[in-house]
């Protein structure tokens, strides 16, 4: 009995071991049953790490961070400098400069001027059309989707989405795979939820165990899969609208001559304006 006693705090932390690795095996065999979740994250952290690093090995982009970054350096080191000069924190200084008298005199100068361009635009709308009451809202038409909007559609998306093989395409196919991970996800841990309950309900400690380690694999699963949504949509729209300008561009604004016009108050002509190309 003397020899049991002195072993039994001793196999104790065997025991925890054990179950920790009986855990981990469980997850890692349920996980290898579910097939279609393994194959759906793999197939779409593959591709997004292909489409990093394709992104990240360009010249310019290469460059783009570069600049970002000393800027950032540069900031950091310039409000350090500002705390230690001046004894106070950056953050305060920084409300101070932005709450300055001049910010606030150019903001309510501002809001009169948008004040007074709406004053206008209410009076030519109420001079071009004389049914419309001088002080009533005119009604908005409702969103339709007949023939015009599809077809507006469809120029849109030839224009943003020029052939499959096409980087805008391979993001939507990316974005696609890791919005069917998240639904898969979404089940399984609907799934484990009840399992939980179940387990909770039996009192079983290592069922219970194993739905809490389930359910951190699920979170971190589950976090990848939401930061990759939101950087793909962010990709997306950047690849859209440098389409949509690029069209722009080369349709409406090639080949043109701009000036810029300014006009000067002190002359006595108010009406004389300076033109600079």
């Given at each position: 009995?003397?020899?049991?006693?002195?072993?039994?705090?001793?196999?104790?932390?065997?025991?925890?071991?054990?179950?920790?690795?009986?855990?981990?095996?469980?997850?890692?065999?349920?996980?290898?049953?579910?097939?279609?979740?393994?194959?759906?994250?793999?197939?779409?952290?593959?591709?997004?790490?292909?489409?990093?690093?394709?992104?990240?090995?360009?010249?310019?982009?290469?460059?783009?961070?570069?600049?970002?970054?000393?800027?950032?350096?540069?900031?950091?080191?310039?409000?350090?400098?500002?705390?230690?000069?001046?004894?106070?924190?950056?953050?305060?200084?920084?409300?101070?400069?932005r709450?300055s008298?001049?910010?606030?005199?150019?903001?309510?100068?501002?809001?009169?001027?948008?004040?007074?361009?709406?004053?206008?635009?209410?009076?030519?709308?109420?001079?071009?059309?004389?049914?419309?009451?001088?002080?009533?809202?005119?009604?908005?038409?409702?969103?339709?989707?007949?023939?015009?909007?599809?077809?507006?559609?469809?120029?849109?998306?030839?224009?943003?989405?020029?052939?499959?093989?096409?980087?805008?395409?391979?993001?939507?196919?990316?974005?696609?795979?890791?919005?069917?991970?998240?639904?898969?996800?979404?089940?399984?841990?609907?799934k484990?939820?009840?399992?939980?309950?179940?387990?909770?309900?039996e009192?079983?400690?290592?069922?219970?165990?194993?739905v809490?380690?389930?359910?951190?694999?699920?979170?971190?699963?589950?976090?990848?899969?939401?930061?990759?949504?939101?950087?793909?949509?962010?990709?997306?729209?950047?690849?859209?609208?440098?389409?949509?300008?690029?069209?722009?561009?080369?349709?409406?604004?090639?080949?043109?001559?701009?000036?810029?016009?300014?006009?000067?108050?002190?002359?006595?002509?108010?009406?004389?304006?300076?033109?600079?190309l």
């Amino acid at each position: 009995m003397g020899f049991a006693d002195r072993d039994t705090p001793a196999m104790a932390p065997r025991g925890l071991v054990r179950d920790f690795t009986d855990v981990v095996s469980k997850v890692a065999a349920d996980y290898a049953k579910d097939r279609r979740l393994c194959w759906t994250l793999a197939v779409g952290a593959t591709s997004l790490a292909l489409f990093t690093h394709h992104q990240t090995s360009r010249p310019d982009i290469a460059a783009q961070f570069r600049v970002a970054s000393a800027e950032c350096l540069g900031r950091a080191q310039a409000r350090k400098k500002g705390a230690s000069g001046s004894g106070k924190p950056a953050h305060t200084e920084g409300a101070l400069e932005r709450d300055s008298p001049d910010d606030t005199t150019r903001s309510l100068d501002l809001g009169s001027t948008k004040t007074k361009s709406s004053e206008t635009s209410v009076a030519a709308v109420a001079f071009v059309s004389p049914a419309v009451k001088p002080g009533a809202t005119p009604r908005r038409k409702a969103a339709a989707v007949d023939t015009v909007f599809l077809q507006r559609i469809v120029f849109i998306l030839k224009i943003v989405i020029p052939s499959l093989t096409s980087k805008e395409a391979a993001l939507l196919a990316i974005q696609t795979t890791m919005l069917v991970a998240r639904s898969l996800l979404s089940l399984r841990i609907a799934k484990k939820g009840g399992d939980g309950l179940r387990a909770v309900m039996e009192r079983s400690w290592s069922k219970f165990g194993y739905v809490l380690g389930d359910f951190f694999v699920s979170g971190l699963a589950a976090s990848f899969v939401n930061s990759s949504l939101k950087y793909m949509t962010n990709s997306v729209t950047s690849s859209f609208r440098e389409r949509l300008t690029e069209k722009v561009h080369r349709e409406y604004l090639t080949g043109g001559a701009y000036y810029k016009g300014t006009r000067v108050p002190a002359f006595p002509n108010q009406g004389a304006s300076l033109f600079y190309l």
